[in-house]
């Protein structure tokens, strides 16, 4: 039986990830996603599930990204570019 492939994150859950690094909280990334921010800490909970690293360092004043989540906000960046989305 042929190896599984792992599973990609949802695009709309890759994009919450963007705009909440990008605007560091996510609050406003919430707003902007018309999303509530329950929801945009959900997702972004799921997608470090998945990759198995935390993405953000959680602070009161907003969100910082980790070194990994640098790197993946480098990745992120690159293939939204590429798609143009």
Known sequence: M?????RLPKISVIQSFKVAAELGSLAKAAAQLALTPAAVSQQI?????????????RTQSGVMLTETGKEYLRYVTEAFDILHL
């Open 2 to 6: 042929p190896a599984q492939s792992p």
């Open 45 to 57: 909970r799921q997608l470090e599930e998945q990759l198995g690293s935390a993405l953000f360092l």
